[in-house]
């Protein structure tokens, strides 16, 4: 009786100062909450981003004696070795012959005098070898990636060289290549992205000679024999016209060995000249669509753009990057009629296109050329602000270090160096792009490029236009605009996916001479 009078004493107590308690509890977090949200850390507000230091691996080079340039970078923290060797033998080499450069280059793949293809590519499983080619308009390469050791290295270079020196030729190879080449032709013919390229560049650059299309026509495969592979390939895969970039886990001198022997396996014969220049078409700023039975519309855009070693080719590839960050923020964003927009710009030594892409609703397509344009123009006009080339600078600045990690990553930069003659120094091009200001940029722009360059292309079906769809609400504009989508690609999401822009600005080389403004 006396527990229970307690008890009903006290509990009132008891509660009024639980009550006391939980409300102290919940002002001091509603007043923590709100000094953080609104108040930062003074200290933070005072620190400065630490000086400019850049450091990155030392480029070696020399010539062989048969005027072959070499690049090389000595790095010993794994035991790889990654060889990089080109030759001017792509597509605007081939003359009036459609698809001999890469038929040519297939038919390497289609074995030796020695082995045959099957046993080529056991010899080369057997060492744990990764080898690879490709072919552009104004080269093709091959690519081989090997431990560092002896027993491993010796062999694999052993068998690189004779695949590149002694090709069969064979009209069983012959046949097996044009069936791979046909077979990529008709597989480009029902893809809406080949055909709208395509498009874009035959309405760019009108009955251009060099217009050939890199992997040829179907008839053009047809009417190609032995006898033409084997002069092209004379022609074409000299070590006079090669190049050969080298990364990985050897000395100087081991890199010396490696590619003179290479070279010496090499047919002899002079560099092929310069290919001529494509020449843009004035008929521009037209729209062209393709019917096509499916739920999206794939636009693409092309403007004339300008070659890699042009004065203004840096401020051009720096605009590249911002402006697509501009439709990104746009279409995506705010008007949310896109997964993603992608633009780019080919490494070349002749002109090339400026391509911008994204796929969309069908029945905002023209709304959407007319805004890309009214964009271009405003940003032809008044140029990227300072906050935009700031966070391009600041970006690049730290991606350096990871920009040069690996042995492909430094392997790609080496080729592009080597490919345009460009300053021996991985650092020069981001120290060159810290000093470039919006009146670089808005004067190369004006110079260069005009809103109704763009040729447009649909693919896609036939709907109703309509306007873009009210905006929505922008995301938080303090956020930096240097994310992993706008500056890698769709299926890598990173800085260092397949084709990113950011490596576009590493890859541009520098003007020879000041700047115009």
């Known amino acids: 009786m006396i527990k229970a009078n307690l008890i009903t004493r006290c509990l009132p107590a008891c509660l009024s100062a639980w009550l006391s308690v939980a409300l102290l509890v919940t002002e001091y977090a509603h007043a923590a909450e709100k000094t953080v949200s609104s108040t930062p850390l003074a200290s933070l507000l005072e620190l400065k981003e630490p000086a400019l230091t850049l450091h990155a691996p030392l480029i070696q080079d020399?010539?062989?004696?048969?005027?072959?340039?070499?690049?090389?970078?000595?790095k010993h923290d794994l035991p790889m070795v990654d060889l990089h060797i080109s030759f001017a033998a792509g597509s605007h080499y081939e003359g009036n012959t459609p698809g001999l450069a890469a038929m040519t280059l297939s038919m390497l793949n289609e074995g030796s005098t020695l082995k045959d293809a099957q046993a080529l590519a056991r010899a080369f499983d057997q060492l744990g070898v990764n080898v690879e080619n490709g072919i552009s308009t104004e080269q093709s390469h091959f690519t081989l990636r090997t431990l560092s050791s002896p027993e491993i290295r010796l062999p694999a270079m052993a068998l690189l060289a004779e695949m590149l020196s002694q090709p069969s030729f064979t009209e069983s190879g012959l046949r097996h290549a044009r069936h791979e080449l046909e077979t990529r032709l008709k597989l480009d013919q029902i893809d809406p992205q080949s055909r709208a390229h395509a498009l874009v560049h035959k309405a760019l650059y009108v009955d251009d000679p060099l217009l050939n299309p890199m992997y040829g026509t179907l008839d053009g495969l047809k009417r190609i024999d032995t006898t033409q592979v084997r002069a092209f390939y004379r022609r074409a895969y000299t070590a006079t016209n090669a190049q050969i970039v080298i990364v990985g886990d050897l000395s100087r001198e081991q890199a010396q060995v490696l590619s003179q022997t290479l070279a010496d396996a090499l047919p002899s014969g002079p560099a092929l000249p310069v290919s001529g220049a494509l020449v843009a078409s004035t008929n521009t700023g037209t729209t062209l669509h393709l019917q096509e039975s499916t739920t999206q519309t794939l636009l693409m855009m092309g403007h004339n753009s300008l070659p890699d070693h042009h004065p203004d080719a840096l401020a051009v590839r720096i605009s590249n990057v911002i402006f697509n960050q501009i439709l990104n923020k746009q279409l995506r964003e705010l008007h949310s009629v896109t997964y993603g927009v992608l633009s780019d710009i080919n490494h070349a030594k002749g002109q090339t296109p400026w391509v911008i892409h994204l796929s969309l609703p069908p029945h905002y397509s023209q709304a959407t050329i007319a805004q890309i344009k009214a964009l271009f123009a405003q940003y032809i006009k008044e140029g990227p602000s300072k906050e935009q080339l700031d966070d391009i600078k600041k970006y690049i600045r730290k991606a350096l270090p990871q920009l040069t990690a690996t042995n492909a990553s430094l392997r790609n930069e080496l080729v592009i160096i080597n490919r345009f003659d460009q300053s021996l120094n991985f650092t020069h091009k981001t120290q060159a792009i810290q000093n470039m200001t919006p009146a670089h940029i808005r004067g190369a722009m004006s110079r260069h490029f005009k809103t109704e360059g763009w040729v447009s292309v649909t693919v896609g079906p036939q709907a109703e236009q309509l306007p873009l769809p009210e905006r929505t609400r922008p995301q938080d504009s303090t956020q930096s605009i240097c994310t992993?989508?706008?500056?890698?690609?769709?299926?890598?999401?990173?800085?260092?996916?397949?084709?990113?822009?950011?490596?576009?600005?590493?890859?541009?080389?520098?003007?020879?001479?000041?700047m115009r403004t």
């Open 484 to 514: 992993s989508t706008n500056w890698g690609s769709f299926g890598a999401q990173t800085t260092l996916g397949r084709g990113p822009m950011l490596w576009q600005l590493k890859h541009t080389p520098l003007p020879r001479y000041p």
């Open 62 to 74: 020399w010539k062989l004696r048969q005027g072959t340039r070499v690049l090389f970078v000595e």
